[in-house]
């Protein structure tokens, strides 16, 4: 099973240039990082209300990422906001999207290409080797919201972080996308980490969204 992560970095992969979207400043890593956090709440690892998120079992889990999240939370005995950790995790990993497609590389699901460009600059692209994963997740995603079937908790998880990410486009045409916004809303209420977490990403990229106006217009001379 792939973990929320790897399901949203699946989302936001165009799938005919085998590139990243174009989303707003930090958004996939802020999302990436509460996808993380998300998957360790499910594991009983963290708990979390809509103003703090606890480490309640620091026990290792056997996956890298998330054992190094776990140990950046233990070096703080109080609790802090999901906001907070949003932000400390993405500051910690290097490159968090880039981590995160490495280990879809390494389950066959990607490979990595490099082109030259101008014959000076290299452009990293990761096709497709086995869609089935991406074309189950987004077809999943789609018959759940457009119908009236009661989600299990994980994809309320990953709902909230399509939400967060501003993904809806990647699943949804524009006609259906009315229709589907009323029932994400919906669905990304239903469960109160989920919801905690949404609500950090989206006050983070509100602040990144104001401070890259400010740099690209606002400015003084």
């Given at each position: 099973?792939?973990?929320?992560?790897?399901?949203?970095?699946?989302?936001?992969?165009?799938?005919?240039?085998?590139?990243?979207?174009?989303?707003?400043?930090?958004?996939?890593?802020?999302s990436l990082a509460g996808a993380i956090l998300?998957?360790?709440?499910?594991?009983?690892?963290?708990?979390?209300?809509?103003?703090?998120?606890?480490?309640?079992?620091?026990?290792?889990?056997?996956?890298?990422?998330?054992?190094?999240?776990?140990?950046?939370?233990?070096?703080?005995?109080?609790?802090?906001?999901?906001?907070?950790?949003?932000?400390?995790?993405?500051?910690?990993?290097?490159?968090?999207?880039?981590?995160?497609?490495?280990?879809?590389?390494?389950?066959?699901?990607?490979?990595?290409?490099?082109?030259?460009?101008?014959?000076?600059?290299?452009?990293?692209?990761y096709p497709m080797i086995n869609d089935t994963?991406?074309?189950?997740?987004?077809?999943?995603?789609?018959?759940?919201?457009?119908?009236?079937?009661?989600?299990?908790?994980?994809?309320?998880?990953?709902?909230?972080?399509?939400?967060?990410?501003?993904?809806?486009?990647?699943?949804?045409?524009?006609?259906?996308?009315?229709?589907?916004?009323?029932?994400?809303e919906q669905i990304a209420k239903m469960d109160?980490?989920?919801?905690?977490?949404?609500?950090?990403?989206?006050?983070?990229?509100?602040?990144?969204?104001?401070?890259?106006?400010?740099?690209?217009?606002?400015?003084?001379?």
């Amino acid at each position: 099973m792939l973990t929320f992560a790897e399901e949203l970095l699946l989302i936001a992969l165009d799938d005919e240039k085998g590139i990243l979207i174009d989303l707003p400043v930090l958004s996939l890593e802020y999302s990436l990082a509460g996808a993380i956090l998300m998957e360790l709440a499910l594991k009983n690892r963290i708990d979390s209300d809509l103003e703090k998120l606890m480490l309640i079992d620091d026990s290792p889990t056997g996956d890298e990422v998330f054992d190094k999240v776990i140990d950046i939370i233990r070096q703080f005995p109080e609790s802090k906001s999901a906001k907070h950790w949003i932000i400390e995790i993405t500051r910690q990993f290097e490159n968090l999207p880039h981590l995160i497609l490495e280990k879809l590389i390494n389950q066959g699901i990607l490979r990595k290409e490099e082109h030259k460009i101008l014959w000076v600059f290299r452009k990293r692209r990761y096709p497709m080797i086995n869609d089935t994963e991406e074309k189950e997740v987004k077809t999943r995603i789609r018959e759940l919201i457009l119908s009236d079937e009661i989600p299990d908790p994980r994809d309320v998880v990953l709902i909230s972080l399509i939400k967060s990410c501003g993904l809806i486009d990647e699943i949804f045409s524009k006609d259906e996308q009315q229709q589907a916004l009323s029932r994400i809303e919906q669905i990304a209420k239903m469960d109160l980490i989920g919801l905690a977490l949404s609500n950090a990403v989206q006050e983070i990229q509100k602040l990144i969204s104001s401070a890259v106006a400010y740099v690209t217009v606002g400015m003084p001379a």
